[in-house]
């Protein structure tokens, strides 16, 4: 996953990745909160956004250019649900799509996202194809 590019500024001084600043103040908090503890216990750095980005995966996902509260808490993908190093080792994540949700909900979010065929795709294809649409729209709310 490429660096996240920052933009807004929290009262804390941190830059809030772009995704997180277009999200709702629940998404900004807990990324803030999250990060600026890892900071204290890992310093400043990639481990503290990542720390922070898995804390905000728990209980929000990425649509499009921003992150959305779930309707669950939880790990959004196998890979969240390892934790810890196990988690660190490698694997491939779902980039902020609750993976763990129901086919209908994914359903919902690539309506929302007009992903075309949607309606033949398997559950995993719902994920990849909603991943691919959100790293699309973050990029052009980027330019």
Avoid: C
């Avoid at 933009?7 to 995704?19: F, I, V």
């Avoid at 204290?40 to 992150?67: C, I, N, P, Q």
């Avoid at 979010?109 to 309606?119: K, N, Q």
């Amino acid at each position: 996953m490429p660096p996240a590019k920052k933009s807004a500024s929290t009262t804390s001084g941190t830059e809030l990745p772009s995704t997180v600043a277009r999200s709702p103040k629940k998404a900004r908090e807990t990324w803030r909160k999250t990060h600026d503890s890892a900071v204290e216990e890992y310093g400043e750095g990639e481990r503290a956004h990542r720390t922070a980005f898995a804390s905000l995966k728990h209980t929000h996902e990425k649509v499009g250019d921003h992150w959305e509260q779930k309707d669950h808490k939880g790990p959004s993908d196998p890979q969240a649900a390892k934790g810890g190093a196990a988690a660190r080792r490698g694997g491939r994540t779902a980039g902020g799509v609750d993976a763990n949700a129901t086919k209908e909900h994914l359903l919902d979010v690539a309506r929302r996202l007009d992903v075309r065929g949607r309606s033949r795709m398997t559950k995993s294809q719902l994920v990849e194809a909603i991943r691919k649409a959100s790293d699309r729209a973050t990029a052009r709310a980027r330019r």
